[in-house]
């Protein structure tokens, strides 16, 4: 038995009879635990050597990582018959679901498996994924006559796995982070289009040139040596549309382009992380709130967090080709002048509150249902200054006001009050 003889809890039992039972016991469990054979023996009789002829490397892997390599192997064993695919009959394999770019998809998260030459190498090979509370591993076990090929063997499978046959390839996620590392959850934009955002055309000609044309030229660009990663920095107080604008910039990419849209505590601590995964991604798009949260100035913020994050933004931690990274920030003068340089931000796009016929605008679309006509070209006279988050918090405060009943003379007086500002609530909204 396992954790307690059987015979200890028969010792005292006077029947001869009992005591044969327990010795009996005993000697299965015993010959049991003797005759498992370890994943060692296993690969060994499946390679058709000794378990001394064995070459082993392991290779720990981030958890996005991880799941992409349960998911190869998982579908590897839909894609090739139980000849060439063979789990180890003594520990089952298991399984989860992970959230595919195109939908939720499964992958092993437990698992040996044994590879005919022909499926991942040119040798026959078992690969091991192991499970742990902390870093998963993958280990490759091969036999010594083919040492010297399987690093490169090792590194090609889990380069596949992080970039070309990863299941999170072109999707959208939100990043937060788990006991093990980054989690994506995947995450489809709200309906959101250019028309939601009174702008400047020359904003829009901005963002199509630095996202979506290196995004779609990077093949090109790479080929000359003129760089595939940029980054817009959008500036302006709160309310001016700088999320909004990634939010339709996100929407715009969604299916064909990675996204990805890391949580504050994310931005702080896993910069290096998070940008490795969006280079094994790419083509990718990094959408970042409060730039100066991370890349303030020098004495206003961790030194070691602009550290990181000057050098992921040059390369040096992470390969960024193909990387764009859309980051914004209330003030700009907040953000540290190294983190502003050209070579890391190519482009500063200023976000000022709409002039009165911006104003006059993002009025009449949220007051497109009102019924009862309005002199909104006054109450964009009387709203110098406002936001697009402060027009929408000043009609809905007329509207909680009113009771619904709202007249030109009602907007007018919430103008005069004031109590729609500031906007820190609405911080990033401009429709």
């Not at 090792?154 to 939100?174: A, E, H, I, W």
């Not at 030229?217 to 500036?235: F, I, K, M, N, Q």
């Amino acid at each position: 038995m396992t954790d307690i003889d059987a015979l200890d809890l028969l010792a005292e039992t006077p029947s001869p009879a009992l005591r044969l039972l327990a010795t009996a016991i005993d000697r299965e469990f015993a010959r049991r635990e003797e005759s498992a054979p370890s994943p060692y023996d296993h690969a060994a009789a499946q390679l058709g050597v000794g378990v001394t002829d064995l070459v082993v490397l392991t290779e720990v892997l981030e958890p996005p990582v991880a799941h992409a390599v349960g998911h190869w192997l998982f579908e590897a064993q839909l894609r090739w018959s139980a000849e060439h695919v063979g789990a180890f009959p003594t520990r089952p394999a298991t399984s989860e679901t992970v959230p595919g770019a195109r939908g939720d998809v499964r992958a092993f998260n437990a698992v040996t498996m044994t590879l005919s030459a022909g499926t991942l190498a040119g040798v026959p090979v078992v690969v091991r994924l192991v499970p742990d509370r902390f870093s998963p591993e993958v280990e490759l076990i091969g036999r010594t006559r083919d040492a010297d090929g399987l690093p490169d063997v090792l590194d090609g499978f889990l380069r596949r796995c992080r970039t070309t046959d990863s299941p999170y390839r072109q999707g959208t996620y939100r990043l937060t982070t788990g006991n093990r590392g980054l989690v994506l959850e995947r995450w489809t934009p709200p309906a959101a289009s250019r028309d939601l955002l009174k702008l400047d055309p020359g904003v829009w000609h901005t963002v199509d040139r630095s996202v979506h044309r290196v995004l779609e030229l990077a093949p090109d660009l790479a080929a000359r040596g003129l760089g595939t990663s940029t980054g817009l920095l959008l500036v302006g107080p709160p309310g001016t549309g700088k999320t909004q604008l990634g939010t339709v910039v996100a929407r715009e990419l969604h299916g064909t382009t990675t996204v990805l849209v890391p949580d504050t505590y994310v931005t702080e601590h896993y910069l290096t992380e998070l940008f490795g995964l969006a280079a094994d991604l790419s083509p990718c798009l990094i959408l970042m709130d409060d730039l100066d949260l991370i890349a303030g100035e020098r004495g206003q913020t961790n030194p070691h967090r602009l550290r990181e994050f000057l050098n992921v933004m040059d390369g040096g931690l992470a390969d960024r080709s193909g990387v764009v990274v859309i980051a914004s920030t209330n003030d700009h003068r907040k953000v540290d002048k190294a983190a502003r340089r050209s070579s890391r931000f190519d482009t500063v796009v200023r976000m000022e509150a709409p002039g009165v016929e911006g104003r006059l605008a993002i009025l009449g679309r949220y007051l497109a249902w009102c019924t009862t006509p309005l002199d909104l070209p006054a109450v964009a006279r009387a709203t110098e200054g406002a936001t697009g988050a402060d027009l929408k918090e000043l009609v809905r405060a007329t509207v909680l006001e009113t009771q619904d009943a709202v007249t030109t003379e009602a907007l007018l007086a919430q103008a005069a009050e004031g109590g729609w500002r500031p906007s820190a609530q609405e911080a990033g909204h401009y429709l």
